[in-house]
């Protein structure tokens, strides 16, 4: 079977790593028809907007996508394209498994986790009002003295149903997958009315999941205890912006941010991408790390049904990692280790595993 995938190169590191990755997956001998479609900054100058509704349209159609990085300009300039995908085609569920392979640079020697983040709504709504505005000042008159009428406001909205959907993907992700624990991260101790209610919520939907643990730990303590005793979780559920957080946090667990795939699940869609952003200084060096794209795409393959293919690329990217011949710069100890090989070099590795 043919898979029509829509395939996003994004900018920055994207189109090097995108092209690296394409050339493993097609190595396992499952047939692709990409749809190539570009987004980002450059797009503002030719189609008017960084996300062309084309865009939408070939994922919608296509089902599936993948997706390299985009740049997303601070402070000024057009909200993330990033969080507009995952907001425009209901890409509710964030899934970012964080294992550690046999020779990747970490302090840790056995790392197996997974973090579901909450993708549509919290601080990442994009519902700000600038210092000045009237919105900001009547939310501040309202606030009864709490806010000067000089601040910027950003809103978070937590609400049940999200909650209830997102802790209902994390559930059944544990049941499918054989893991044991669920634990939800927030801090309903100082945001009591929306973390409280994320809380709440993931609670009550646990009793309908007996066989699985679970728990609640707030943020910060989560922090810690990851960073001490990371082996205490399984799988972590968590609103948007502790998501975005803990998910670096978590990369760093198992070797950096190019060894951490995501994927971003819907009803209808989904799209893998990796947890990281577009790396700009390294930019056409031929220096980034393909495997967090490369493994975003054994999400993809499992997605697809392509379990065995997914499973051959999962031992090959071990196997390379393991080894520690064909690897980029950030899985050498030393970050100039001169024996250090590029982008495409480390792909071909993962290939020739693949064949051997
Ligand atoms: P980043 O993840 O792009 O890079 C941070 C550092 O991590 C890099 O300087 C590099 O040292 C390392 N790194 C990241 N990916 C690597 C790889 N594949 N191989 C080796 N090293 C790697 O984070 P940033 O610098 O904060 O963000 C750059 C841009 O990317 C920003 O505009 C940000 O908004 C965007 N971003 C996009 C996404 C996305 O497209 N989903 C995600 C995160 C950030």
């Not at 996508?65 to 964030?94: H, M, Q, Y």
């Not at 690897?327 to 280790?337: G, L």
Request: charged share 25%; with cysteine.
């Amino acid at each position: 079977m043919v898979h029509r995938v829509t395939m996003i190169p994004g900018d920055g590191i994207g189109p090097e790593i995108m092209e690296a990755a394409r050339r493993v997956w097609e190595a396992t001998g499952v047939q692709f028809d990409w749809d190539i479609q570009q987004a980002g900054a450059d797009q503002m100058e030719t189609a008017g907007t960084p996300l062309p509704e084309t865009v939408l349209q070939s994922i919608r159609t296509n089902k599936v996508a993948v997706k390299g990085p985009i740049t997303t300009p601070i402070g000024t300039g057009f909200r993330s394209v990033n969080v507009a995908l995952r907001k425009e085609l209901d890409l509710f569920a964030c899934l970012r498994p964080c294992r550690l392979y046999s020779g990747a640079r970490s302090r840790y020697e056995a790392i197996d986790l997974v973090i579901v983040r909450e993708n549509t709504e919290d601080l990442y709504a994009g519902v700000e009002f600038e210092p000045g505005s009237s919105e900001a000042k009547s939310i501040a008159a309202m606030s009864g003295g709490r806010i000067p009428p000089s601040a910027a406001i950003s809103v978070k909205p937590i609400s049940p149903e999200a909650t209830e959907r997102i802790a209902r993907f994390a559930f059944d992700y544990a049941r499918a997958n054989r893991r044991k624990r669920v634990t939800a991260i927030a801090k309903a101790n100082i945001m009591k009315f929306t973390d409280g209610l994320f809380f709440r919520t993931c609670s009550e939907v646990a009793k309908a999941y007996p066989d699985i643990a679970y728990d609640e730990v707030l943020v910060d303590a989560a922090c810690m205890r990851l960073v001490q005793h990371p082996d205490t979780f399984d799988v972590m559920v968590m609103p948007n912006l502790y998501g975005d957080i803990l998910s670096d946090l978590c990369a760093g667990l198992i070797g950096g941010l190019g060894m951490a795939p995501g994927a971003n699940i819907g009803k209808d869609c989904a799209l893998f991408e990796p947890t990281h952003g577009s790396a700009p200084r390294y930019k056409g060096l031929n220096k980034a790390n393909p495997t967090a794209l490369v493994l975003s795409g054994m999400l993809m393959l499992r997605h697809l049904g392509e379990m065995d293919a997914a499973d051959r690329l999962e031992h090959a990217v071990a196997h390379v990692v393991a080894q520690g011949r064909f690897v980029t710069y950030d899985m050498k100890a030393d970050r100039t280790d001169p024996t250090a090989v590029g982008t495409r070099e480390m792909a071909d590795a993962i290939i020739e595993a693949l064949r051997a």
